[in-house]
């Protein structure tokens, strides 16, 4: 990365784009998945981004935390609680958040149910496209590939999302352990992750991303056939 002058950004490569630009610092775990004030003991994962990627991220990390916190079970977590009550509900009261829009546009009632057929609840859900899912994603596995390893990944990966509900979890953990996953990295209670890389002969990912501790996701990232 390149050298500032006299205050001027510094020039370096954008890990989510690739391109060389005058680049900042972006949270790859969003602080806005926190409750404020911080926690002093938690080391935030930054990556250099140029602006135009960065700002992208900060729109998609404000609909992941509005809707992480209105999820059936991410709002089970006293942590999504707090913030729900506060920074969302002022971003809903406001008209800023999108979750909040969609959900009064489009949403459909679900019943949730537990392992057992024990009911939850019914609660609103909004339909997301893959081109949603991946901006969303993606950078965040770039972000952490890169904090991981110094590298960025490849561009152009195909990206597969899949959710996974509470009683799942035990089940996803050891499937990673199987494949010589390292220990679930943790950013307070707030967020974990871990994953398994393959760089050869094609490169490929496995990633878990774990909210909150109520919300799991795995993603999967490898180069497309033929590519």
């Known amino acids: 990365m390149g050298k500032s002058v006299a205050g001027e950004p510094e020039v370096g490569i954008c890990v989510y784009c690739g391109r060389e630009e005058k ?38 990390d404000d609909f992941l935390r509005d809707w992480l916190t209105s999820d059936a079970f991410g709002s089970q977590s006293p942590q999504a609680q707090a913030l729900f009550a506060t920074t969302v509900a002022r971003s809903a009261l406001r008209g800023r958040s999108e979750v909040a829009k969609r959900l009064l546009r489009e949403a459909q009632l679900k019943p949730v149910y537990t392992r057992d057929g024990g009911y939850v609840g019914t609660f609103p859900s909004i339909p997301l496209g893959e081109d949603r899912v991946r901006a969303i994603f993606l950078p965040i596995v770039q972000g952490l590939y890169f904090d991981e390893t110094k590298r960025r990944m490849p561009d152009d990966l195909v990206i597969k999302v899949s959710a996974y509900p509470p009683w799942q ?26 994953y398994r890389a393959v760089e050869e002969p094609r490169f490929a990912s496995y990633w878990l991303l774990h909210f909150y501790g109520k919300v799991m996701f795995t993603v999967w990232a490898s180069e497309p056939v033929g590519g």
Not at 47 to 52: Q, S
Request: aromatic share 10%.
């Open 23 to 60: 680049v900042t610092r972006d949270h790859v775990i969003a602080r806005c998945l926190f409750i404020k004030p911080y926690p002093e003991n938690i080391n935030f994962i930054t990556v250099p981004t140029c602006e135009p990627c960065n700002n992208a991220k900060s729109r998609n």
């Open 169 to 194: 979890f035990q089940n996803v953990v050891e499937a990673l352990d199987a494949m010589g996953a390292p220990p679930q990295r943790a950013l307070g209670d707030v967020f974990s992750f871990t």
